[in-house]
């Protein structure tokens, strides 16, 4: 007697045949067939369809490359216009249309107004004026658009009024906000974050590497974000972390990923996150990530900074070239 409908299975070529077994013993064994038939058959289609939404990927290849660099350290943009790049060998900043043509360059090694010894982070995205963190001389730079000197906040001066635990030593990144405030990342110092208020004075610190959720252990990189607030890459934990403009924090987004994020940027309303093979991105509004696009880069070059000029364009920076990338 059947005790069940008939169940279809598919044969070696692809058609479907109905096993029917009367005897209650290969009833049995036949289930534990169709069973395994069917899970086969789930992982098969699983697999499958892995492959389609993996092979849909975006792999981005460069459509214009410029520079010479001996050390390019920080890259920034600026307008969606113009692009700035650090080079902590030769001492020096540069200026270069969206098109890939030098514009101007300053600097050369030294401790005076005109010169840089090791610039490390540069930010020109306020349209108006260019912040570098000149990280042996223990200062920030500020030049106009035209890379002409403008002031120097030096935090060797401050250090001599300053208590111990305040002092701050080897500026390596820093953001602008609209409200003219600028957060700066230090190295040697108890506070990893520094908080200048109209480039004059140090308004705020925060961001020690004690035991806390909201501490930083390893700050790498500063961006502004969509608001009064900035974004901190904590390198130790693989982890960006969100402040506001009183240095208040916020949240965090962890990296999805496997391979760790060696940097981001910011633009409109969205961070971006760059590993050694992906660019992601990620919508604060939205509160989700939104791409995923794998990179390539020639022979042994390797990123190190990335800058976003447009919603459609970005700046990948190795140690000696500038990679732009179509994004759409």
Not at 6 to 18: A, D, M, S, V, Y
């Amino acid at each position: 007697m059947i005790t069940s409908p008939p169940t279809p299975l598919l044969n070696g070529e692809g058609r479907k045949t109905i096993k029917i077994n009367l005897s209650p013993s290969p009833l049995r064994r036949g289930s534990r067939r169709v069973r395994l038939s069917k899970k086969i058959l789930i992982i098969f289609i699983t697999l499958f369809s892995f492959s389609i939404s993996y092979s849909q990927i975006d792999t981005l290849q460069p459509v214009l490359t410029f520079g010479s660099f001996q050390n390019a350290t920080s890259i920034s943009s600026s307008r969606g216009e113009f692009i700035f790049v650090t080079d902590g060998q030769s001492n020096k900043v540069y200026k270069y249309s969206k098109s890939g043509a030098l514009l101007a360059s300053f600097g050369g090694t030294g401790f005076s107004s005109d010169q840089l010894n090791n610039p490390v982070s540069i930010d020109a995205s306020n349209g108006l004026d260019v912040f570098v963190c000149d990280y042996q001389n223990n200062r920030i730079q500020r030049y106009d658009i035209n890379l002409l000197f403008v002031a120097s906040f030096d935090f060797t001066s401050y250090n001599k009024t300053a208590d111990n635990s305040k002092q701050i030593y080897y500026p390596k990144s820093l953001a602008f906000l609209s409200s003219g405030e600028i957060f700066v990342l230090a190295d040697a110092t108890t506070y990893k974050v520094v908080k200048l208020k109209s480039f004059d004075e140090v308004n705020n610190l925060f961001g020690t590497n004690t035991l806390g959720f909201e501490n930083l252990t390893n700050p790498n990189k500063v961006v502004k974000g969509s608001s009064l607030d900035i974004w901190i890459l904590n390198r130790e934990t693989d982890e960006i972390l969100n402040y506001d403009n009183y240095g208040t924090y916020v949240r965090r987004l962890k990296n999805p990923e496997k391979d760790p994020v060696i940097n981001i940027a910011s633009y409109d309303n969205n961070i971006y996150l760059l590993n050694e093979k992906e660019l992601l991105s990620y919508d604060l509004k939205a509160g989700k990530y939104l791409s995923y696009s794998y990179y390539s880069l020639p022979g042994t070059e390797k990123a190190v900074n990335i800058s976003i000029l447009d919603k459609d364009t970005a700046l990948l920076l190795t140690k000696s070239k500038v990679f732009i990338y179509k994004l759409k």
